[in-house]
């Protein structure tokens, strides 16, 4: 054979792992720039004011986020009091009781809504909610970014319920234990880490989320004190002082953008190191 | 300890198999979780039923020639979506042309060539990427991306390729274009990850016979890996497509928002779910409102096909995930 030939293949085979290393590398870029910049521009426009004051009218420079903040904290509240029961309690369901159909029905009705752009969540509540009672609202912002939780905890629940060894629900009904105070004390209990750790993971996804709020939470300049009014968040404010042709309002929303990543990747990796080697035992 | 519990309970031994503790707390535990699981069921045909609903009076008024139709009207009240289809699809498979070579040639290095050492590292920061909200990328994006895209990539494009129909109007940096890297970059993880899931899945013996016959490491990819996982490669595509579709925030703060359809990719333009993003707060009603859902119902239609189409070639739909991935 031509040993040109065999030479020929491993320059080949080289080159396309020098191109295959280049993809990674090149995937992973925008996260270290987005990362460089958000660090760059973020931190000089962050200050005490920016999560202490409110936001200053039009020209006033100056001013904070500091309701944007707390409105996104009532949001998540809401949210996870519509998102966590029914998302924890229907993966029971699946886990637990459901047959095979059923099963295969509800998984296949997650993964369609949980491929649901953000967008239309935003506007079917506010056909639900915001045009019958013509107001827009915390409860129905609260309701948009719970009703997005709902497929992500219902999966990731049913999953850690799953990895609970059956040994442990037989010695249980050995016990005579009552079915649901099996599924309440031994089932959830062995699997709680992994489930919060989903709880967790789809607060972060929700917190971040701008477009089910345009058309629920509508935004404003000031303290929320009654959960049937409009409520600023932070996403929304940062969309809509990047959008802005002000300068300052510009630099609040790197401030902005910068403290929203920082508690969304702060939950992330929380979460990781949370669970990272300690669910030996579920892993079969 | 139970056995104390239990026969309290029942009074005789004998009782204990004829009355089992906690009946009715089972019933009742059962239909509450059943009507939770049930709940999810509920939402997809309320989404469904809602969009429908609000756009019956604008599908009743245009009919099909709402999809054909380019003008946008308020003030004629005459509506057509056939701009921000054009804009959803073109920048949704411009992204997805970027990403996927991207994606496969990332997921390969992972799988197949990467030292143990950098791949969990790489891996955990592909799900950072992932993990960045929509609207922080859209802020990056108004002040880093589309000034540099501007200044650097396209006056060289206009040079070079300004012949072609693709590139003429002026570049201001909004446009088409930057709305699909800025897509490219979102939808970069979901199918980097998906792609990992389906090469991992291919069978070592697979690999070890192509080397065996003394393949190179790029045969071995070539021939054991990737032809065997065609399928999967197409269903994690088409998940990305999906991701793409739907895209919303960052689009909007990139795209220009015009409602004028043009050949030029450096044009503005928009899609539909920035559409959609950019009427909020205003009060609408009747035909405008309805045509804003029906915009809405197509998203959710496109949506949920590609989803559905996805997950048949990777086989995932309803199915239980893997442990572990």
């Known amino acids: 054979m031509n040993p040109w030939y065999y030479h020929w293949r491993k320059i080949k085979s080289s080159c396309v792992s020098a191109l295959c290393l280049l993809c990674a590398l090149v995937v992973i870029a925008p996260l270290a720039l987005v990362l460089f910049n958000l660090l760059q521009k973020g931190a000089s426009s962050l200050d005490l004011h920016f999560f202490t004051q409110l936001p200053k009218p039009v ?70 909610v915001v045009l019958p009672i013509t107001r827009y609202s915390a409860y129905a912002a609260g309701l948009a970014l719970g009703l997005m939780m709902i497929p992500l905890i219902l999966r990731t629940t049913e999953e850690m319920l799953v990895m609970v060894p059956n040994s442990y629900r037989e010695a249980a009904f050995a016990l005579g234990i009552p ?65 802005s042709p002000f300068s300052d309002w510009n630099r609040q929303a790197w401030a902005g953008a910068l403290v929203l990543i920082l508690f969304v990747l702060a939950l992330n990796i929380g979460v990781r190191v949370m669970t990272r080697g300690r669910t030996p035992h579920l892993a079969k | 300890m139970n056995a104390a519990i239990v026969s309290g309970k029942t009074g005789s031994p004998a009782g204990l198999a004829l009355a089992p503790p906690g009946k009715a707390g089972d019933k009742v535990f059962r239909l509450l979780t059943w009507l939770m699981a049930m709940m999810v069921l509920a939402l997809l045909a309320l989404v469904g039923w809602t969009l429908c609903r609000g756009s019956a009076l604008s599908l009743t008024k245009f009919g099909w020639s709402f999809c054909v139709h380019s003008d946008w009207d308020p003030v004629n009240g005459d509506f057509g979506a056939l701009t921000f289809i054009y804009g959803t699809f073109v920048s949704s498979l411009l992204a997805l042309f970027i990403a996927l070579p991207l994606s496969l040639g990332t997921a390969v290095y992972l799988t197949e060539l990467a030292p143990g050492w950098v791949r969990q590292p790489a891996i955990s920061m592909i799900e950072m990427l992932a993990a960045i909200p929509s609207v922080v990328l859209g802020v990056w994006g ?184």
């Open chain 1, 59 to 128: 020209g006033e420079s100056g001013g904070g986020m500091a309701n944007a903040i707390v409105g996104s904290a009532t949001l998540l509240g809401l949210a996870g009091l519509m998102g966590i029961p029914v998302g924890v309690l229907g993966g029971i369901y699946l886990s637990e009781f459901g047959s095979l159909r059923m099963n295969w029905a509800v998984r296949f009705a997650a993964d369609i809504l949980n491929g649901t752009p953000s967008i239309v969540w935003g506007i079917v509540v506010y056909a639900l």
């Open chain 1, 179 to 243: 079915h649901w105070k099996i599924v309440l004390h031994i089932v959830l209990k062995t699997a709680g880490r992994g489930i919060i750790t989903g709880i967790l993971l789809a607060a972060a996804r929700v917190a971040g989320e701008t477009a089910p709020l345009l058309f629920t939470a509508l935004g404003n300049d000031y303290w929320n004190h009654n959960l049937s009014d409009p409520i600023e968040a932070l996403p929304h404010k940062i969309f809509i002082y990047a959008s």
């Open chain 2, 142 to 325: 108004i002040f880093v991306m589309v000034p540099w895209l501007r200044d650097g990539p396209y006056p060289l494009l206009l040079k070079y390729f300004g012949f072609l129909p693709l590139f003429r109007s002026p570049a201001t940096g909004f446009c088409i274009l930057s709305a699909s890297v800025l897509i490219a970059i979102m939808i970069l993880p979901i199918i980097t990850s998906i792609a990992r899931e389906v090469f991992r899945a291919v069978p070592d013996a697979q690999r070890e016979a192509a080397f065996a016959l003394g393949a190179t490491r790029w045969e071995v990819t070539r021939l054991a890996v990737l032809r065997y996982s065609v399928r999967g490669i197409f269903g994690a595509a088409m998940l990305g497509l999906g991701r793409a579709l739907g895209e919303t925030m960052a689009v909007t703060m990139v795209i220009g928002n015009s409602d004028k359809i043009s050949a030029s990719l450096l044009s503005p333009g928009n899609t539909l779910a920035s559409k959609i993003a950019n009427e909020y707060a205003e009060t609408l009603k009747g035909i405008p409102l309805s045509a804003l859902f029906e915009l809405g119902l197509m998203l959710l239609l496109v949506t949920v096909v590609t989803n559905i189409l996805a997950h048949l070639l990777i086989g995932a739909l309803g199915a239980r995930q893997r442990p572990g991935t």
